[in-house]
């Protein structure tokens, strides 16, 4: 069957492709949960990938700072580079053969290699030191809290009996209460030393992490030393795919994103390590004991809009209670005075005023992106959630505005033709009056003129 050059141009076609996508809109939504299902087993095959797009991604604003130093020394500016990569990106036109200096060109690729090795070994020696400087730390903590547990669980079983052997002495009955958190307590010590062994036994699974994160890290690497080849190949591929308008505004939405990204990620981990590094030092000060641990897990948890930093204090509250209860209630108010301080002070220092979003969308995009993509939707709902904001703004709004000025416009057309309709109008009607008038004193001039011929004045 041979299909005719105008078979879209039929009447019909239009009406069986929206019949088409109504039939696949309908199939989506009533396999809404096996959609979801399909695409994670696919988001995990492909993982070491969008992993290492990630890394790549991350490391690159620190690849251009040995890069652009390389460059200046060798003469090179930005207009070359861009030069360079046109024919790849279809920017070049058809006629101009002209190539770029080869020798400048070899330049510029050895100095991106070399910018990317120095960044990629000062990373590693980077999160060496730190492991090798918390990790000891960390894993003495873990096991002496473990060991201890049993003990700090007594001690705090006694000081309970002892507030409620104080409170019936002024016949206050909180022996409830009491029986409440000496269940709890004892529940989680049965949890603790149940599953000590199904903790041990996940270290197979960390290991294939680790695997995968190696994998993920060469793929960046690679990706990073031929990011301009990429990035021109991606550029051909919309430029063939889209309009010349399509492409321009696609490119300018992506270069915001991509700064509000940026700013967001460098921001927030600095500012986990900020909070982390503060919380080390009041508990160091304080002399209460796991202070490397909890302050390893308030910088983590702090990662995580709104809903981390509260994370963060009840896990190292509980931590801190089965100790001593009055560093917990130290640690819970140091940690609310810290937090007001570095969501009033520090993070608009960081942030500035790129990341203006209201806290509804902040909201739903942790909702909705964690339910979809677990913790790291949770870490990016906030840049996303000004995304989404960038794209209410510049569609709905814009639309909005456009629909509004143009419905402005046809009043003002709607009143200007009224307007020269009543001016026509009363033109008319002053035309009529005038020969209404000009008739009537003709006809008062022949009444004249028959009465002087009858002599009747």
């Not at 020394?73 to 006629?95: C, H, N, V, W």
């Not at 400048?104 to 000062?122: D, E, G, P």
């Not at 870490?379 to 419905?407: G, N, T």
Request: charged content about 20%; glycine content about 6%.
């Amino acid at each position: 069957m041979r299909f005719s050059r105008n078979f879209k141009d039929r009447k019909w076609v239009p009406y069986a492709v929206a019949g088409c996508v109504v039939v696949l809109f309908y199939l989506l939504a009533s396999h809404f949960n096996y959609f979801f299902v399909g695409l994670g087993y696919f988001i995990g095959f492909i993982s070491p990938v969008l992993i290492g797009l990630i890394m790549a991604y991350i490391l690159d604003p620190l690849v251009k700072i040995p890069e652009g130093w390389m460059l200046s020394k060798a003469g090179i500016d930005q207009a070359f580079i861009s030069e360079m990569y046109r024919g790849l990106t279809g920017e070049r036109p058809d006629g101009d053969e002209e190539e770029p200096d080869p020798v400048k060109a070899r330049t510029v690729r050895l100095c991106r290699v070399l910018a990317v090795w120095i960044t990629v070994i000062v990373v590693i020696l980077l999160i060496v030191v730190i492991l090798i400087s918390l990790i000891p730390q960390l894993v003495k903590s873990l096991g002496a809290f473990f060991n201890n547990f049993d003990t700090y669980a007594d001690s705090l079983q006694n000081v309970l009996n002892g507030i409620s052997a104080d409170a019936s002495k002024s016949f206050i009955d909180i022996s409830s209460f009491t029986k409440i958190l000496d269940n709890s307590i004892d529940k989680i010590a049965d949890y603790v030393e149940k599953n000590m062994g199904n903790i041990l036994n996940k270290s197979v699974n960390v290991g294939k992490t680790i695997v995968n994160i190696v994998i993920s890290f060469i793929l960046a690497i690679y990706m990073l030393c031929d990011k301009r080849r990429l990035q021109a190949g991606w550029k051909r591929f919309m430029r063939a795919l889209l309009t010349e308008k399509s492409y321009r505004d696609g490119t300018t939405f992506w270069t915001r994103c991509n700064q509000i990204l940026i700013r967001y990620i460098a921001g927030d981990m600095l500012d986990g390590l900020i909070v982390g590094i503060i919380n080390f030092v009041f508990m160091s000060i304080a002399g209460m004991d796991y202070a490397a641990l909890v302050s390893v897990i308030v910088g983590l948890t702090n990662l995580a809009p709104t809903f981390g930093p509260l994370v963060g204090a009840i896990i190292g509250a509980l931590m801190l209670v089965f100790v001593n209860p009055w560093w917990a209630l130290w640690f819970l108010i140091f940690t609310a005075i810290l937090q007001t301080i570095d969501g009033y002070i520090i993070k608009p220092k960081l942030f500035g005023n790129t990341l203006g979003v209201s806290s509804l969308w902040i909201l739903i995009s942790i909702i909705v992106l964690g339910r979809m993509f677990g913790v790291a939707g949770i870490l990016l709902a906030i840049p996303f959630a000004a995304i989404f904001d960038i794209l209410y703004k510049e569609i709905v709004l814009s639309r909005l505005e456009k629909w509004k000025a143009a419905r402005a416009q046809a009043q003002e057309e709607e009143k200007a033709k009224k307007a020269a309709e009543d001016a026509a109008v009363k033109a008319a009607q002053e035309a009529i009056m005038a020969v209404v008038k000009k008739d009537s004193s003709q006809v008062e001039d022949e009444e004249v003129r028959e009465k002087l011929s009858n002599h009747d004045i």
